[in-house]
């Protein structure tokens, strides 16, 4: 199942937009259009342009090119796109190109990966570098690896102007001469705001509105008008608003790039000579032996060849609590070894790793658009076009048709100019997913696109596969009862020593049960297994038999009596075999697929949380209501195949609500891929797993699932809240320059003040 590309049965798309729109699709301010990553930025780069571009270099080649059926896929890494707004101009750049059929925008991680014809790739850089970008051909399969970062931005312009716009304001305050006022605001906007103009001009000369063509255009119009004071301040205010709101939005970045230092960059090998040495972990091959020491990160994925320790699993699987691992158990990179020290042999390359595969997908789950940010990124399209066309209006029409005051309604159209930018709007979708996207990789849920993450508010029905979901997928001993006179040491020792040479996995049961309670096991001679029914071997000298209720009743030996004891463990869902000799049935042992304690608690938080819950299972009926019972779900099957699983998750959609289906084996995809929401359970060190799902649980704890539901509800209220703060803040500085009340300076405020309140709203995930 790819989580591009699943279809329900009535023929439309779930739309798991990978931010590959095609070409044609033009953006405005901000980029209306955009992808799933905020609006984000270096230290040296501030969003929505206001850093200056690096002297263009030559192109470095960090990586190769593709060839699918639509052309030629090249990823692009570009420095200085970090915002919408660079996207919007590289959107309408490209997308007149013939050349180039699609594009993908990763902006988190600063990667274009276009699609185009063969032999096309140097207009196609041209064309980046003529927006002022400097292209350098990336790996995006290595998103890892980043780019030199640009040097930092002297502090000393911004103060510099930001003393000039308060001279000017207080040289006017005081009534001195004009000349000084204009001459101390041209400073300040000068030193602060060449970076703007310049990006402005790129903007506007292609076509775009974006917030440096209309904050160009209003800080022009009000040093025409004379409004020097007012002008500086603007300009000073935007840029220092735009610092901030970069830094703010880096706290979404680094939320995704602290998963990637949470493996060390050297383990400690094993040489060819028998020495240990510290190297590279990304130069480490598969296979290779490292050692690990109390207290030390894990750098790569593996499986423990000696020793033993407790590892905290939390930054892989969530777990609160340190995991047991001996020899043979498997190790992620990026956890932490607690106590022992143990060697263990690489199973996956550096950037194959578990954790790396994480990483992968959550930076795809960024470049995939939600349903609310979609819908945000079309109002946004007409938004800004409409706001132009009234500031036009504005400055225009009460004039020309009654004789107006020019100045008056310009400068009331230049402050609609400032309100016309949407950025609070565009930014506040990404932001608060990408958060949510980190807040459930920091428990141990890969949400595999913004789609997941709003469609789990909406579930109805959750179907659960029973082995290995909500039990623990290993047969154990749960009951012993003794039947005829001999002692119960005897009855379980005799037992044991029979199940011992057998691997059925109820005979594995019986015996482990027997090893932890130390009972002794006896000599077997003349074993043999009967195909279907059980055992059987000589004990001391004697004939016994170990079976199913299929060999002791072809003996003969049933019982009205056994046959009702036999009913009673059989409904319970447990499987039953039974000790016998040529005589009589001296014993029965119950065998059953044991609840997770997790089960319960997940089930009954689901239905708190108003979901409903059915279990699917090829165990038997009797099997799956007794296992349904003791957790408290609400409607069990039993006795199905793949199919018919797919059949019941059918039934269900028609129920309204979104269907989710949880399972941890090959024989659930189906139902998995039908499902509005799959969840794919203990996918930690499974590739697929993590690769296929739309929401992968890292470890097997399904009170995740309640977790998951919570956050998806709390990232909806966050997108409302945001959204109405946005549009709010704007119509009401609207109302209030319509009437004359609203000034240059608080439509600024109002703008980049709306920006930071919806990205501080959504990085409130991040606390969760």
Partial sequence: MSDAHKHDSHGHDHDHDHSHSHAHESDSCCAPAQSGAPKASSSATACCGTSEAPVVQPVAQLGKQTTTGDGVRTPIRIMQMDCPTEEGLLRKKLGGMQGVTDMEFNLMQRVLTVTHAPKEIEPILAAVRSLGFTPEIANSASSQEESTPEPAKPWWPLALAGVAAIASEAVEWAGLPTWMAAALALVAVFACGITTYKKGWIAIRNGNLNINA???????????????????????????????????????????????????????????????????????????????????????????????????????????????????????????????????????????????????????????????????????????????????????????????????????????????????????????????????????????????????????????????????????????????????AELRSLAASLAGRSDHPVSKALTEAAKRDNVALRNVDAFEALPGRGTKGVIDGKLFYLGNHRLIHEQGRCSDELEARLSVLEEQGKTVILLADDREVHGMFAVADTVKDSSRQAIAELHDLGIKTVMLTGDNAHTAKAIAAQVGIDEARGDLLPEDKLKVIESKIGQGGAVGMVGDGINDAPALARADIGFAMGAAGTGTAIETADVALMDDDLRKLPRFVRLSRSTHALLVQNIVLALGIKAVFLVLTLTGAGTMWMAVFADVGASLLVVGNGLRLLRK
Avoid at 349 to 364: F, K, M, Q
Wanted: with cysteine.
């Fill in 214 to 488: 209309l904050m160009s255009i209003a800080v022009t119009g009000a040093l025409v008008l004379g409004q020097w004071p007012e002008a500086a301040m603007v300009m000073v205010l935007f840029t220092i608003a735009e610092l901030i709101e970069a830094k703010s939005l880096d706290r979404a970045r680094n939320a995704i790039r602290g998963l990637m230092q949470l493996a060390p960059e050297r383990a400690t090998v094993l040489q060819a000579d028998g020495t240990w040495q510290d190297v590279a972990a990304k130069s480490v091959a598969v296979d290779t032996r490292v050692r690990i020491k109390p207290g030390e990160r894990i750098a790569l994925d593996g499986k423990i060849v000696s020793g033993r320790s407790a590892v905290n699993q939390a930054p892989i699987t969530g777990e609160s609590l340190p995991v047991e691992k001996a020899e043979g158990d498997p190790v992620f990179a990026g956890t932490i070894n607690e106590s022992g020290s143990f060697e263990y042999t690489v199973t996956a390359a550096a950037n194959d790793s578990t954790l790396a595969r994480i990483i992968h997908a959550v930076e795809e789950a960024q470049g995939a658009r939600a349903p609310t940010q979609r819908f945000v990124d079309q109002f946004a399209r007409v938004y800004t076009p409409v706001v132009f066309a009234i500031a036009l209006a504005v400055a225009i029409l009460p004039p020309l048709l009654m004789g107006a005051d020019w100045f008056t309604w310009v400068y009331k159209a230049l402050v609609l100019l400032v309100i016309a930018c949407p950025c609070a709007l565009v930014i506040s979708t990404p932001v608060t997913i990408v958060s949510g996207l980190a807040a459930a990789a920091r428990q141990g849920i890969l949400v595999k696109g913004g789609v997941y993450l709003e469609e789990g508010r909406k579930l109805k029905w959750l179907a659960l596969d029973k082995t290995g979901t909500i039990t623990h997928g290993k047969p154990a001993q749960t009951d012993f009862v003794v039947l005829s006179g001999m002692k119960e």
